[in-house]
């Protein structure tokens, strides 16, 4: 029927056109392999509405502490704020606590820290925390002492009253670009009422008055992800001021301190298709292998065959 008589020998080799459908293999690999590259380019990477420090891969705690290089230790001063510096492990934050209370924080640049940090009257001893990003605290630092001789009445010149400082929370306050932020801060001490002014470190001030000490918070907005450094000054009655320096974090497209739980994720179609691609490669591979055997074999017979 089909024109020929069949032989029942196996075809020919080059029947199969194994070329052909290695090149349809090869294209097909790189149009997934395209596809998969654009999938993945097109996963967006957490953006506002993540919380920053949520979700982070977990790493060991920072095991050096900071050592507090100025003022050294058994000094006097008359001033306050003063100047506390010193060096740090990188990628961590500052905390400066005086007799156990918040002082100031800062963020480690380079390896080291510089604040401005109020002092009480009398004997401060001043240690520095370290902190990474994910809250956890290092070693704290040897501990120093200085002493604030306060001015009186009579050598500052003003009425002094009671003495007026700054307490804060020992957290980083963090947040998303274009998201109001709250900082809160409690005035203790001083004669009412207060003036306080706020420098949020993008160029953004704010001033406000306030009738009774207490706590005390203003709401900000950054525009752009980094960490800022966050200045409040209370200034009493009597003139008498206190200050504290903070830090604010805001996050950038993707949370910046030791790496996002959101992975890219490709297509279920995408993930499906190159097993069956491997698939089809060793199927093709396979029936090539067969086919040389089988001809092989072949052609041991017709040698042994007979000739009639």
Known sequence: MLGAEHNLRLRAH???????LLFALLLTGVIVLGASIGAQGAVQ???????????????????????????SSGSHTT???????????????VFIEKNGVLAGQAACNGGSFS???DLFAGSNQLVARVVDGLGQYGPDSAAITV????????????????????ESGATVVAGEPN???????????????????????????????????GPVSAL??????GTYQVLVRVTDSLQNAAFIQLITVVNGPIAAVTGSS???????????????????????????????????????????????
């Open 14 to 20: 080059s029947h199969t056109s194994y070329p052909g």
């Open 45 to 71: 990477n957490p953006q506002s509405g993540s919380v920053g420090l949520t979700g982070t891969v977990p790493g060991p705690a920072p095991t050096q502490p900071g050592v507090i290089t100025s003022p």
């Open 79 to 93: 001033s306050s704020p003063i100047t506390v510096a010193g060096t740090c492990p990188a990628n961590t934050f």
């Open 115 to 117: 604040l401005q940090a």
């Open 147 to 166: 002493v604030y001789d306060q001015p009186t009445s009579q050598t500052a010149g003003i009425a002094v009253g009671r003495q007026l400082f700054i």
């Open 179 to 213: 998201t109001a932020l709250a900082r809160e801060v409690r005035i203790v001490g001083g004669t009412a009422p207060y003036a306080v002014s706020w420098d949020f470190g993008d160029g953004s001030n704010s001033l406000m008055t306030v009738a009774v000490e």
């Open 220 to 225: 900000h907005t950054y525009t752009s992800p």
């Open 262 to 308: 959101t992975q890219s994720e490709l297509p279920g179609s995408l993930v499906a298709a190159w097993p069956l691609l491997g698939l089809a490669i060793f199927l093709v591979g396979a029936f090539w292998l067969g086919e040389r055997r089988a001809m092989h074999r072949q052609m041991l017979r017709d040698r042994l065959r007979p000739v009639v």
